[in-house]
T-cell receptor, first 114, second 114 residues
Framework: GQQLNQSPQSMFIQEGEDVSMNCTSS?????WLWYKQDPGEGPVLLIA?????ELTSNGRLTAQFGITRKDSFLNISASIPSDVGIYFC??????????????FGTGTRLTIIP | DGGITQSPKYLFRKEGQNVTLSCEQN?????MYWYRQDPGQGLRLIYY???????QKGDIAEGYSVSREKKESFPLTVTSAQKNPTAFYLC?????????????FGSGTRLTVV
């Protein structure tokens, strides 16, 4: 099955730094979602994007739906210790309409260095 | 509060044994999903069900079985045919329009073969 290409695979940053990650696909998506997974827990939805070019914020998090419909970006500003975890992008593939399931990215693991 | 409950949180199995992971939701969601997560490999779809008494294989269904006799429940059986069952298993559900709302995940079951 298809998986989205997410980069970087891992990030090591200091508290207070900004973070950027992205997700790309060879196929067009009409919905992009960003999830965060804490260690040993299930992913939790952070942001949902529904239109090409859309820019949406949730506190210190900002995500964008790429205008080509083939990519999405997530930025975290002024990182704090609780931002540690794995971030997943997910997309709904147009060809799956009527057979609804998401396609997930490979994840970006964020670690904050003391 | 509505949500998805996975049990147990940790499960140990001897080689050659079948084991069943429980997933219950009280969100009145139509669709339910099982994912497997291995370190560095993201989420891989095992089985999914969009309505009661119907389910479809995902990308890695070999060695697994499911049932969907009730809307609220979607148990996963890991059979002895699964060659490498040690992993973190995640159950999820969606309203049916994953396009709009994405998935709600449970907190996972970590299965270890001893």
């Amino acid at each position: 099955g298809q998986q989205l290409n997410q980069s970087p695979q891992s990030m090591f940053i200091q508290e207070g730094e900004d973070v950027s990650m992205n997700c790309t696909s060879s196929s067009i998506f009409n919905t992009w979602l960003w999830y965060k997974q804490d260690p040993g827990e299930g992913p939790v939805l952070l942001i949902a994007l529904y239109k090409a070019g859309e820019l949406t914020s949730n506190g210190r998090l900002t995500a964008q739906f790429g205008i080509t419909r083939k990519d999405s970006f997530l930025n975290i500003s002024a990182s704090i210790p609780s931002d540690v975890g794995i971030y997943f992008c997910a997309g709904f593939l147009i060809s799956n309409f009527g057979n609804e399931k998401l396609t997930f990215g490979t994840g970006t693991r964020l670690t904050i260095i003391p | 509060d509505g949500g998805i409950t996975q049990s147990p949180k940790y499960l140990f199995r001897k080689e050659g044994q079948n084991v069943t992971l429980s997933c219950e939701q009280n969100l009145n969601h139509d669709a339910m999903y099982w994912y497997r997560q291995d370190p560095g490999q993201g989420l891989r779809l095992i089985y999914y069900s969009q309505i009661v008494n119907d389910f479809q294989k995902g990308d890695i269904a070999e060695g697994y079985s499911v049932s969907r006799e009730k809307k609220e429940s979607f148990p996963l059986t890991v059979t002895s045919a699964q060659k490498n069952p040690t992993a973190f298993y995640l159950c999820a559900s969606s309203v049916g329009a994953a396009l709009l709302y994405g998935y709600t995940f449970g907190s996972g079951t970590r299965l270890t073969v001893v």
